[in-house]
């Protein structure tokens, strides 16, 4: 089955720049969504068919997606970007989330 | 906006059968527009996909969970439901329904419910 690979946990100064990962076998070729999660709340898509954004949801989210990696880019972070972030793709076995990434704002 | 919102019990025993509905408003499950969906986390873990449905019935469902698992759709209420029978602890989770973002089988979710609670315990 396929699988998505983040890291677990990436910690940025508030102003500076947070890339997430996401890994999967030839993943470029898949379309990959990025979604946003609160504590206590449902998660929130962010960027979806690669570096599409939601309205509402500010231009410092954008996503890149080439090779075996796709990644979510936070620019100018912002206190309130402190969440857990996932990725997911639809495969022929169905839909596959990432393990999840926590977005730490130092 | 479309909204969706879990009910069901928040307690189930084992080896008995969890069911879940998600009642969707502002909106129709019977669009051919949109599939729905389950997907669920485990209390500090990371988000699993449980299954999606087509306003016809037609279900797809994850590998892992296929044997135990049924979702439903009920147009009249305006619902779909999960089933998931022969529960154990492992099925203790926030369980949520959400929306695809649009027909085609890759797209995103969007939006989701805010999710309920279920545990497994005797």
């Known amino acids: 089955s396929y699988v998505l690979t983040q890291p677990p946990s990436v910690s940025v100064a508030p102003g500076q720049t947070a890339r997430i990962t996401c890994g999967g076998s030839?993943?470029?070729?898949?379309?990959v969504h990025w979604y946003q999660q609160r504590p206590g709340q449902a998660p929130v898509v962010v960027v979806y068919d690669d570096n599409d954004r939601p309205s509402g949801i500010p231009e410092r989210f954008s996503g890149s997606n080439s090779g075996n990696t796709a990644t979510l880019t936070i620019s100018r972070v912002e206190a309130g970007d402190e969440a857990d972030y996932y990725c997911q793709v639809w495969d022929n076995s169905g839909d596959i989330f990432g393990g999840g990434t926590k977005l730490t704002v130092l | 906006q479309v909204q969706l919102q879990e009910s069901g019990p928040g307690l189930v025993k084992p080896s008995e059968t969890l069911s879940l509905t998600c009642s969707v408003s502002r909106g129709s499950v019977y669009s051919s527009s949109y599939y729905w969906a389950w997907i669920r986390q485990p209390p500090g873990k990371g988000l699993e996909w449980i299954g999606t449905i087509y306003y016809t019935g037609s279900a797809s469902y994850n590998p892992s969970l296929r044997s135990r698992v049924t979702i439903s759709v009920d147009t009249s209420k305006n619902q779909f439901s999960l089933n998931l029978r022969s529960v154990t602890a492992a099925d203790t989770a926030v369980y949520y329904c959400?929306?695809?973002?649009?027909?085609?089988?890759?797209?995103?979710?969007?939006?989701w419910g805010q999710g309920t609670l279920v545990t497994v315990s005797s």
């Open positions: 959400a929306r695809r973002g649009t027909i085609a089988p890759q797209s995103w979710f969007d939006p």
């Open positions: 030839n993943i470029g070729r898949k379309s």
